[in-house]
């Protein structure tokens, strides 16, 4: 993300803004600035509304949690 904002700015944007619908603060391994958050969330595995797991469950109308066995 921080790559594809430098490129942005480089090619002439003004600004730049950033929307994440679900922010896992935990998992980050670089610092990205974010100036819109929907949701923050625990370290765990969210699928479904286009999230999947293996390519299954994308298409549930909703976000959920994975549950670990």
């Avoid at 949701?39 to 549950?67: M, Q, S, T, W």
């Amino acid at each position: 993300m921080s790559a594809i904002i430098e490129q942005m700015k480089q090619k002439g944007a003004r600004s730049v803004k950033v929307c994440c619908l679900l922010n896992k603060p935990a998992a980050r391994k670089y610092p990205i600035p974010l100036d819109y958050v929907g949701f923050e969330i625990e370290n765990v595995y969210i699928l479904g509304f286009g999230l999947d797991h293996y390519g299954y469950y994308r298409n549930l109308p909703f976000i959920a949690v994975c549950k670990e066995d």
